[in-house]
């Protein structure tokens, strides 16, 4: 994925091994960029190319004609089966390979558009309805989308315009031969029942303002950093010819303090699993939803609304800006080669589009960088003390100042400031030494075959922009933005950053959700890259689109370090692995206090994979045969053993999530309770098997709604992820989280039991709210007379707190409310309980694609 693809790999590595002895000799001796790139590219031959042409075309990146009536009709069969996500994302798929003005896109528009009406996205519901008339939705069919115009503007209180798009269709409908008379009759229906909505709606109060919520991703620093932009004012940058730049603090930090704020310089979408596409109509029209599919390429939002690039069905983004944007900054030069990129890589696409940004961020300095690059071979690298010339590049020409001044910190301006440019992006280090001449050669001929490309497709736009300073020949020659190119696929390996995002798994029906990080980009962050790491950080990242937040994960005093983790964390790995891992991709030996410690105590291995005696329940040590060191205690044991009566376990634990899965309680419980007595006897507490256990226990009482049981095997499992990942960790955050929810769920239940009990002493009904999208669930008193006074609350904006009486809480968004024995199901006060006449067992079900409050069960017979 980072790397180009297996075949082109092995393709390269196969032509290295048959170079001539002295021309390997000559690669692996250079000292600098510009001469690996002219000696390895000095290799790639015709055959070459094609063979890597041939395996870009594997990949289904143009406009297929043929593709959109296959995904709207694979669209329509998940509409009717309600699976209105995964039809918005099948009917995306149709847009982006339809061409503009075509009925094809009007059609994926015009649908897309009921997918996401159901959903309660009505906001989006009707960008789509317009960009299916702009593009030319047929007439026979604009009754239809119309009349879904005027109800997403009635949901949503536009009455003005719901009243003026009923206008305009009737006069739309009058205007035709006299259609059918039921479809007819159906669209009168519809259109008295919308008239009578907006009088209902005239009528009623304005509605309560919108609390106004700062949400965590929203914060930002307290007080920005004079010397280091998007950097607090806690933090310092410092550099030492050992260690390079990294960051102090000059006084003490609380946990939580935000310390980096950033948007990435660049970042490139992660595209999922693409595999070539060969055979068979089948296979060529993937139905796999990928990152693509869900998060905009330029600004990673995610959305199922997407909008398409006009000339390659890989690209897509969540508006026209951000369409707009990307075409003019690098996706005009990108866009001929996206099955080139995707064979090629991660990195080679995120060089690229480095490069290319380059353009337009004073490029003349940028040019003669790169120049000083390739003809000066002592060019000092940025830990260097080494004294050298400053140049005035202010100036149209080159003007040396005259005096010999110390080098300042990599990638600060000429005023000592270190900022979010291409300046700091060309300071970060290549590391060209340490790379193996094999992995320089497969590199430098990729970037020269993709130049190639370039050259051909389209030259003129890359070299757009420079300044008459520069020579015609400097402008025209490829080399050296070739050479730049392979510098930034070079420092991608220590610097890049993957942008990760948390995505849930598992059926909308689980109460109790599951969720995990996944990797969703690859960017480069200037000052994240500051940090220098350690395998136990003081500091946490996190990610809202392309914009990354390093925050305190624990108290930092006055100058300590700030310190971040690049992967490898002494909670998931074991000292060795870690080891391994920093070695070989970042180039260097770890010696953090958590390495140190570790070094130690390595006898026992890491907690989570660790036995422990049956008798005196000690961890056991030792390599081949284990003992816990206790002298009352029986025999040694072989790991051998251990590690078979490990895999039966988990074999066992395996059978029993199978069940649980399939809904098998009954027979899953016990299974997972013998599990459990069994891991007891020689697991330690803390073991990676017995988390798992506990979590599956904790779902299928869940799933009981015994939520005190679920909670209890929820904490134990807690104890588990803590021991392997960290208190402060993103895992531990997610297990929290669904230990709120159960908890949150029992409280719930046992509130709804005492509001729905008959004859409580009170004259007043009480109402349950929920809300998929705010989580604010709670109870309102009041009399039939003060309900019938609120009328309907369906705005998004409505706050049942600002109710009288109101009592409630957050809780999380999309909880199930099981319906209370003798309640009925409300949408609104009584006046429109028939609206939800299908609703049986869960608010979900009734409430699916409905995105606002809702009053989900009302008990009305409370009177004594």
């Known amino acids: 994925m980072d790397l180009p693809v297996n075949e082109w790999k092995s393709y390269v590595l196969q032509k290295w091994s048959l170079l001539p002895k002295s021309a390997q000799v000559t690669i692996s001796t250079t000292e600098t960029l510009s001469e690996i790139f002219f000696h390895s590219s000095s290799f790639l031959q015709s055959e070459d190319e094609r063979f890597l042409k041939r395996l870009s075309q594997g990949y289904l990146v143009g406009k297929d004609p043929n593709a959109p009536r296959f995904y709207r009709e694979e669209g329509n069969k998940n509409f009717q089966e309600k699976n209105y996500t995964g039809a918005a994302v099948l009917y995306s798929k149709g847009v982006s390979h339809s061409r503009p003005n075509t009925e094809d896109i009007s059609l994926c528009y015009a649908n897309r558009s009921a997918a996401l009406f159901h959903l309660g996205q009505y906001e989006t519901c009707l960008n789509d309805i317009i960009r299916a008339l702009v593009h030319g939705y047929p007439e026979r069919l604009k009754p239809k989308v119309m009349l879904r115009k005027a109800e997403c503007l009635v949901t949503l209180g536009r009455l003005k315009e719901a009243s003026q798009t009923i206008s305009d269709l009737e006069s739309n409908v009058s205007a035709r031969p006299t259609p059918a008379a039921s479809p007819f009759h159906i669209l009168q229906k519809n259109l008295c029942d919308l ?59 609380l946990p939580g303090e935000i310390l980096v704020k950033e948007d990435a310089f660049v970042s490139v979408l992660n595209p999922g699993e693409m595999p070539p596409l060969h055979q068979g109509l089948e296979s060529r029209w993937d139905t796999r939803v990928t990152n693509g599919d869900l998060y905009c390429h330029k600004c990673l939002k995610h959305t199922l609304a997407m909008v398409p690039c006009h000339g390659c069905s890989y690209a897509n983004y969540c508006s026209q800006e951000c369409m707009q944007q990307a075409w003019e900054l690098y996706h005009s030069i990108e866009c001929s080669l996206g099955g080139l990129l995707l064979t090629l890589g991660m990195f080679c696409h995120v060089a690229l589009r480095l490069t290319l940004l380059a353009r337009f961020k004073d490029v003349d300095k940028v040019v003669r960088r790169i120049c000083d690059e390739i003809n000066n071979k002592e060019i000092c690298l940025p830990e260097s003390k080494t004294l050298v010339k400053t140049f005035n590049y202010n100036q149209g020409e080159r003007e040396e100042i005259g005096k010999t001044v110390e080098t300042q910190i990599p990638g600060c301006n000429i005023n000592g400031k270190y900022e979010n440019n291409y300046n700091a992006v060309f300071s970060l280090l290549p590391h060209t030494e340490n790379h193996s001449p094999e992995h320089k050669f497969l590199c430098a001929l990729s970037i020269s075959a993709l130049c190639r490309q370039l050259e051909a497709a389209s030259l003129p736009a890359l070299t757009t922009g ?30 890049a950053q993957a942008i990760t995002t948390i995505q849930h798994t598992g059926s909308k029906e ?39 937040t390093i925050r305190a994960a624990q108290q930092i005093g006055k100058g300590q370090e700030i310190l971040h983790c690049y992967g490898p ?62 002298r ?83 904490q134990k499992s807690l104890q588990v992820v803590e021991a392997r990942h960290g208190p402060s960790s993103v895992e531990m955050g997610h297990e929290l989280f669904k230990l709120a929810q159960v908890l949150f769920n029992g409280c719930l239940h046992l509130a709804m039991q005492a509001v729905m009990t008959p004859g409580l002493p009170s004259k007043r009904t009480s109402t349950i709210f929920w809300s998929r999208t705010s989580g604010i669930v709670g109870m309102w008193q009041a009399s039939p007379a003060e309900i019938e006074s609120q009328g309907s609350q369906e705005a998004p904006d409505f706050q049942p707190s600002a109710l009288p009486g109101f009592q409630g809480a957050s809780c ?28 049986t067992l869960k608010g979900e079900k009734a409430l699916e694609g409905k995105n606002q409050m809702r009053c989900v069960w009302q008990r009305a017979d409370l009177e004594p």
């Open 510 to 548: 689980n109460i109790v959700t599951d969720s995990g990080q996944v990797r969703l980009a690859t960017g480069i962050f200037p000052v994240v890259s500051l940090l220098n790491h350690s395998c136990s950080p003081n500091t946490s990242i996190s990610f809202a689109g392309t914009v990354a």
């Open 569 to 630: 964390h002494k909670s998931w790995m074991s000292i060795a692995e870690r080891q391994q891992k920093l070695r070989s991709q970042y180039f260097f030996d770890c010696n953090c206090p958590a390495c140190h410690y570790e070094k130690l105590r390595t006898a026992a291995g890491p907690r989570w994979e660790a036995f422990r005696c049956n008798n005196c329940r000690a961890l056991m040590q030792g390599d081949d045969v284990l003992s816990c060191g206790n």
């Open 812 to 839: 999380l968004p999309g909880s199930m409310i099981e319906k209370p024995a003798g309640s009925k199901m409300m949408t609104q006060p009584p006046k429109a309980e028939a609206d939800m006449q299908e609703a």
């Open 195 to 253: 008239k009578m909505k907006i009088q209902e709606k005239e009528n009623l109060p304005e509605t309560f303002p919108t609390a106004i919520a700062k949400d965590f991703e929203g914060m930002n620093l307290t007080e920005e950093n004079e010397q280091i932009s998007n950097a607090s004012s806690s933090v310092r940058l410092c550099t030492d010819p050992l260690k390079g730049r990294y960051l102090v603090a000059i006084k003490d930090i």
């Open 632 to 714: 009352a205690c029986l025999e040694p044991i072989s790991r051998n053993h251990l590690v078979s009566q490990l895999q039966d376990l988990q074999q066992q634990v395996g059978i029993a999530s199978k069940l649980l899965r399939n809904g098998k309680l009954d027979q899953a419980i016990p299974r997972l309770l013998r599990c459990r007595q069994d891991a007891e006897s020689f697991l330690a507490a803390e073991h990676a098997v017995a988390g798992e256990i506990e979590d599956n226990l904790a779902r299928a009482y869940a799933a009981l709604g015994d939520w005190q049981k679920s909670a209890t095997h929820l």
């Open 466 to 495: 420079l300044k008459a300073a520069v020579t015609p020949e400097l402008c025209a020659d490829l080399n050296i933005w070739a050479v730049a190119m392979l510098r930034h696929l070079l420092q991608l390996q220590c610097n």
